[in-house]
């Protein structure tokens, strides 16, 4: 008898579109910032400061949202997110004050920081071990993707209008997904009507949790200095990548004489080759087995070596686009398989408080980035923040080689049961 593919077609499908649009309305103030800073007349320290608004929000909300989730259902947290961070997603173009923006953009952090708890629990309801890595990586691809699209739409929408209705029109997708995922999604197989009884058969027989194993306080976790040091990768790691993406179209503005739309494609460039990368290294991953230690180790060396030499090549438009490309590849194509690595070394039962805890502390470096190149740039030159980006990769490579390549593996965690970011 086939089995269905509902789960992912209608659930996995539209689990990217939501982490799609998280990032497009995530990432979309980046393309305002050059006119912001002339409307709102502020530095490129307090833009900074605006950038990294959202995460304050996003990083006090992982839990709580992980405990909602998973105590009642997954489907309503997620739903009255999508709303919530909708709404505040076209205040940003309706608040025309600078203090305005930043309680905009906390309460849209807050909304999103309760989605990816809440994703990990359909992950684990609606996909067996063996479909879950995929499942999550086909999510995750939504990180570049999202830049790539994002850029050019955003260039396009300010260029015919201006940037207020540019975030209120994309603000419009997160309602009509919240609308979508009333009628189309279900916290569980066995609570769904549109799913195939073949299908919710083979789900109900693959996806049950054993029984035998209790669940890891958080108490064992804050006590696990392994978990601690993934901790600090993460956020170093984090701190280059959120800092890439949205001080990319400042610096492409710096770099070249193009309008808003040219910025656009410019800046959606190194994303649409760190998508392919991305694919590629996680493929390659997986089929090689054994330690995945290189094939994160690797990429965040390539990307910090690239943001640091940017730094003493100067201004010029080509040769600086392919030292970004370069950084691209390497900041975004270790994400397929960093989570089945980390929480390798993590006692199964362990797992789920590990990666909220190393989720939490990396997302701080969404805070903490886009102020450190703001300061740095000191309002002329967004290369003299990037190559500090480089240092923290740079960091973050030795400590996967030097400490976290020493750890022990835990042989016995299940194979795929991984969270994203």
């Known amino acids: 008898m086939s089995i269905g593919k509902a789960r992912w077609y209608r659930i996995g ?36 400061v605006l950038l990294s608004a959202f995460f304050w929000g996003y990083v006090m909300t992982q839990i709580p949202g992980g405990w909602v989730a998973g105590k009642f259902s997954a489907k309503k947290v997620i739903i009255a997110a999508l709303f919530i961070w909708g709404i505040a997603a076209m205040l940003t173009g309706v608040v025309h004050s600078f203090n305005g923006l930043i309680i905009v953009r906390l309460i849209m952090g807050f909304a999103e920081g309760v989605v990816w708890p809440a994703f990990a629990v359909l992950f684990v309801n609606w996909f067996p071990n063996g479909e879950r890595a995929r499942a999550i990586n086909f999510s995750e691809m939504a990180l570049p993707i999202s830049s790539i699209v994002m850029a050019p739409a955003a260039g396009w929408m300010i260029h015919q209008w201006n940037y207020h209705v540019m975030f209120i029109l994309q603000g419009i997708p997160p309602i009509i997904l919240a609308l979508l995922f009333i009628w189309l999604v279900s916290d569980s197989p066995s609570e769904d009507r549109l799913i195939s ?201 030795l400590l996967v080689v030097l400490v976290a390549s020493r750890f022990q593996e835990n042989k016995a965690a299940a194979p795929g049961e991984t969270m994203p970011s």
């Open 197 to 397: 009884e073949s299908e919710r058969n083979y789900l109900k027989q693959n996806t049950e949790k054993p029984t035998t194993e209790k669940e890891g306080s958080l108490i064992e976790v804050l006590l696990n200095y392994r978990v601690w040091v993934f901790c600090v990768i993460y956020f170093l790691w984090i701190t280059g990548m959120y800092s890439f993406g949205l001080w990319m179209p400042s610096l492409m503005k710096q770099l070249s004489n193009q309008g808003i739309q040219g910025i656009g494609w410019l800046s959606a460039v190194p994303f649409i080759l760190a998508t392919i990368a991305m694919y590629i290294n996680a493929a390659w991953s997986d089929r090689r087995g054994g330690s995945r230690m290189w094939f994160i180790a690797t990429p965040l060396l390539i990307g910090g070596l690239a943001l640091i030499a940017e730094h003493f090549i100067g201004f010029g438009l080509i040769i600086n686009m392919i030292i970004l490309i370069i950084a691209g590849i390497g900041i975004y194509s270790a994400f397929g398989p960093w989570w089945a690595w980390a929480l390798s070394f993590v006692p199964h039962n362990q797992s789920g408080s590990a990666m909220g805890l190393i989720n939490l502390v990396g997302n701080f470096g969404g805070i903490v980035g886009p102020i450190v190149v703001g300061i740095a740039a000191g309002g002329t030159n967004l290369i003299n923040g990037f190559y500090i980006l480089g240092y923290a990769l740079i960091i973050g490579f």
């Open 13 to 48: 499908f539209l689990l990217f579109l939501t982490y799609f649009v998280a990032f497009v309305d995530r990432q979309n103030i980046s393309m305002a910032a050059p006119d912001m800073v002339k409307s709102l007349g502020v530095s490129s320290t307090l833009v900074g």
